[in-house]
């Protein structure tokens, strides 16, 4: 079986940031690479077709969440990319969710594949307490994903992003092959941050994560292709 990869967020400023970071990998590498709001505003649907076109696979987050009708419109365009995964907020509702996956699904030119569509639950950055008294969800975080997951599931989608700690509860609700994609990854020595539901890689694979999606501790990382390489055996499990 292939080596799992871990997703790398680059959140970073300019396309000079992400080609200096990138110098880092070995050139035939090919990458799985988050492309989300900090780059994607600064430099456009271009940064995803160079990314694509350096042989690397996206993964574009662009959390969308707003009426139905802009969102099926803004997907049929996302569609004409070419990248691998997209997504919502769940919490814009299962007939925008619905509107979505149709304007992936209208807009992928005949021929290529359809992007996978993913529903964010609750940010990883979102604490249990945070959900009661913030967003006034009485029965809690874990609760409220699980509620996103089906829902989100009953609106067509291939899964969702929650954290690792609801990976598994996730699974059990929905089924085996529903994706969850699951931020939040933290080595034991890597800082927190404003990550409030973190997992490490091995525990994450352990609960069900069937995508890890990791950031600062390979961007900030002094040598990000060793810390890259130590979080992908860790997620392949070869520690253990
Ligand atoms: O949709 C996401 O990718 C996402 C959802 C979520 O709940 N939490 C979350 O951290 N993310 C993204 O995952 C990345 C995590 O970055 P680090 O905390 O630096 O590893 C960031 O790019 C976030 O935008």
Same mark, same amino acid.
């Given at each position: 079986?292939?080596?799992?990869?871990?997703?790398?967020?680059?959140?970073?400023?300019?396309?000079?940031?992400m080609e200096l970071f990138l110098s880092h990998f070995p050139k035939e590498e090919s990458l799985y690479l988050k492309v989300g709001m900090e780059i994607f505003y600064q430099e456009g649907p271009s940064i995803v077709t160079w990314l694509i076109d350096n042989g690397h696979d996206v993964f574009l987050d662009l959390k969308l969440h707003?009426?139905?009708? $802009?969102?099926?419109?803004?997907? #049929?365009? /996302? =569609?004409?990319l070419g990248v691998a995964l997209t997504n919502v907020h769940a919490a814009g509702g299962k007939e925008?969710?619905?509107?979505?996956?149709?304007?992936?699904?209208?807009?992928?030119? $005949?021929?290529?594949?359809?992007? #996978?569509? /993913? =529903?964010?639950?609750q940010l990883t950055?979102?604490?249990?307490?945070?959900?009661?008294?913030?967003?006034?969800?009485?029965?809690?975080?874990?609760?409220?994903?699980?509620?996103?997951? $089906?829902?989100?599931?009953e609106a067509g989608l291939d899964?969702?992003?929650?954290?690792?700690?609801?990976a598994r509860d996730i699974k059990e609700h929905t089924s085996e092959d529903f994706v969850c994609l699951t931020p939040g990854i933290r080595l034991a020595s890597?800082?927190?941050?404003?990550?409030?539901?973190?997992?490490?890689?091995?525990?994450?694979?352990?609960?069900?994560?069937?995508?890890?999606?990791?950031?600062?501790?390979?961007?900030?990382?002094?040598?990000p292709y060793a810390a890259y390489v130590e979080i992908k055996n860790e997620w392949n499990g070869e520690n253990d």
């Open positions: 079986m292939r080596e799992k990869r871990p997703v790398i967020a680059l959140d970073l400023p300019s396309k000079k940031d707003d009426i139905p009708n $802009t969102v099926y419109s803004a997907m #049929k365009g /996302i =569609a004409k925008m969710m619905e509107a979505a996956y149709r304007g992936l699904k209208e807009g992928t030119p $005949t021929g290529q594949p359809v992007p #996978k569509l /993913i =529903a964010v639950t950055s979102t604490s249990d307490e945070q959900v009661k008294e913030e967003q006034l969800i009485s029965v809690g975080l874990n609760d409220s994903v699980r509620h996103y997951a $089906t829902l989100t599931q899964g969702v992003v929650c954290s690792a700690h609801e890597n800082d927190v941050g404003d990550q409030k539901r973190v997992m490490t890689p091995s525990k994450a694979r352990e609960n069900g994560s069937t995508y890890i999606v990791v950031g600062r501790p390979i961007t900030q990382a002094e040598n």
